[in-house]
């Protein structure tokens, strides 16, 4: 692996600074403007095809380099998001608990997963300023997803703080004051007595949060569903109400049938929509919901009817049983090249929809294939839905990896989809779409065309010395992911990337599910060219 030279990289730095803070408060979830998307080509295959992935002892890159790395003190790693926070560039990454506690050197103590706190300001020299520990037990243990809103743009928040969201494993949603990074204080509980957590949207223009959440003794079922609040003010969180699939909610009369959400993507007041993913990895469901509609056609907030449920809803998709919705990103006005002569056609409002791959078993090739149960699992996949008649969504495009390109299902840990990044920064919205494909890395498509798709990039990381080994034996199951080395397991170590994420600099971010760290890439080559050349690159 090479860093591009500290002269090339403050070149880039110093270039965006005019733009970073105008495209962080412009876009969701920070403001209510959706960039516009022009029309640059697309349709035709990059001009070189992508070279073959090395040994996963090396990162294999293409059309991407890596421009810096933090270890994460070797944490399992899931959200990041990229703040520019008062002038620096801060990193936030959320942890699973799936470790023992690991020593955090700052404090001189072995804490249980929780929050990174990374200034990378400059990706060459990244500076780890804190780690912000969750409970000992599995229900207050970890704490994976993150958002952070500036007191600046959340309408009754204190002028100058800065404010974290993130989950206490799968028992709370909290508040943490970040106005200084390095000392994180915690400022309130929003919720708690839950039995489940997950992926929450925070729109600080307006403070209102959509958190994925559960508590069991309130008779949802199917898993998590929404928890919506107003947090305009995050020292005084405010219920609005709960929100699911039909079937879910309390006293549904049924057996209960019906998937949990996942997560939610929020386009704000002015596109009034709401874009929901249920069934994370199987029995997908995509819904396109009335936001306004949401957070105000109800009487019963707590035990909804399924009147109440429908409501708000303007579109869905049941997508096949071995696929689900992890990430549903929503692009709008893409025009479509060789349409523009045609009345229709000419733009359409896109959806991409991530599936996730559920086990690290090296795909599940030996599980007997007799048994519905065990045998091996489809390929985990993304698609380009076409949603401007909202009613009907439609898929237009399949982004899919061969697991044969680098013996994906041979090199250790979880193979297939994940999730995409979520910002609405331009260049790259609407012209690239940025995926983690676990241990197939990061990886870039070019969708200008969304008729014709190409993959134009990679960026494969390599286990190193904080790598957790996968261990799993198909036929006993045995070991699992971060499993215990057997008589009868394999164990491998791989880098995982988990979750991907874009800063408003450009800079794409990669945090590895094995404790592999963070590593910061930027595009390079026909994938730059794309989003027009950058100060600094290639």
Not at 3 to 18: K, P
Not at 363 to 388: E, K, V, Y
Not at 427 to 443: C, H, M, S
Not at 466 to 479: H, K, M, W
């Amino acid at each position: 692996m090479r860093t591009r030279g500290h002269w090339g990289l403050q070149l880039l730095l110093a270039a965006a600074v005019s733009a970073t803070a105008l495209a962080q408060t412009t876009y969701p979830p920070n403001g209510p403007k959706i960039p516009p998307v022009t029309l640059t080509g697309g349709g035709s295959p990059p001009p070189t095809p992508a070279p073959a992935p090395g040994t996963r002892d090396r990162a294999s890159q293409w059309n991407m380099e890596l421009m810096g790395h933090n270890d994460l003190q070797g944490r399992s790693a899931y959200q990041p998001i990229i703040i520019n926070q008062d002038g620096k560039q801060i990193a936030y990454v959320g942890h699973h608990n799936n470790q023992k506690p690991i020593m955090n050197p700052l404090t001189g103590r072995p804490e249980t997963n929780g929050t990174s706190i990374v200034d990378v300001t400059d990706p060459a020299k990244t500076k780890y300023l804190a780690h912000i520990p969750t409970g000992d037990d599995r229900a207050t243990g970890g704490a994976q997803m993150v958002r952070v809103c500036s007191g600046n743009t959340l309408p009754r928040a204190v002028k100058g703080k800065w404010y974290l969201l993130r989950p206490l494993g799968g028992r709370a949603h909290e508040i943490w004051d970040v106005t200084d990074p390095s000392k994180p204080a915690k400022l309130t509980t929003v919720v708690d007595n839950l039995t489940g957590t997950h992926k929450s949207w925070w729109e600080c223009d307006t403070g209102i949060a959509y958190l994925v959440a559960n508590n069991s003794k309130e008779g949802w079922a199917g898993g998590n569903h929404l928890k919506i609040y107003d947090l305009s003010d995050p020292a005084k969180p405010v219920y609005i109400r709960d929100f699911g699939m039909v079937g879910t909610q309390p006293n549904a009369g049924g057996s209960g049938e019906g998937e949990g959400i996942h997560g939610a993507i929020s386009a704000g007041p002015e596109k009034n929509r709401v874009y929901i993913a249920y069934g994370t990895g199987s029995d997908g469901v995509v819904s396109i919901v009335d936001r306004k509609k949401l957070l105000t056609e109800f009487k019963n907030p707590l035990t909804p009817t399924a009147a109440e449920l429908l409501a708000p809803q303007v579109g869905y998709l049941h997508m096949s049983p071995d696929q689900g919705a992890h990430t549903t990103f929503p692009i709008f006005d893409v025009p479509i090249p060789g349409f523009q002569g045609h009345q229709a056609l000419r733009k359409r409002d896109l959806l991409l929809v991530v599936s996730e791959a559920g086990r690290s078993d090296n795909c599940g090739q030996n599980f007997p294939s007799d048994q519905l149960t065990q045998g091996r699992p489809a390929p985990h996949l993304a698609f380009l839905l076409d949603i401007t008649h909202e009613p009907t969504p439609w898929p237009l495009s399949t982004i899919r990896v061969q697991e044969t390109q680098g013996d994906y299902c041979g090199r250790g840990g979880r193979f297939g989809a994940h999730s995409s990044a979520e910002s609405f920064y331009p260049p790259y919205y609407g012209k690239i779409a940025v995926l983690a494909w676990f241990n197939a890395g990061v990886r870039i498509w070019d969708i200008r065309d969304p008729f014709a798709i190409h993959e134009v990039g990679f960026f494969v990381p390599p286990a190193n010395q904080n790598t957790v080994p996968t261990c799993s034996n198909a036929e006993t199951r045995e070991g699992g992911e971060f499993g215990t080395k057997t008589a009868t397991t394999t164990c491998k170590s791989a880098g995982v990337t988990n979750n991907v994420e874009i800063d408003d600099r450009g800079l794409i971010f990669g945090a590895d599910r094995a404790g592999g760290g963070l590593h910061i890439l930027r595009l390079t080559g026909h994938a730059a060219q794309i989003v027009g050349k950058r100060p600094g690159s290639n």
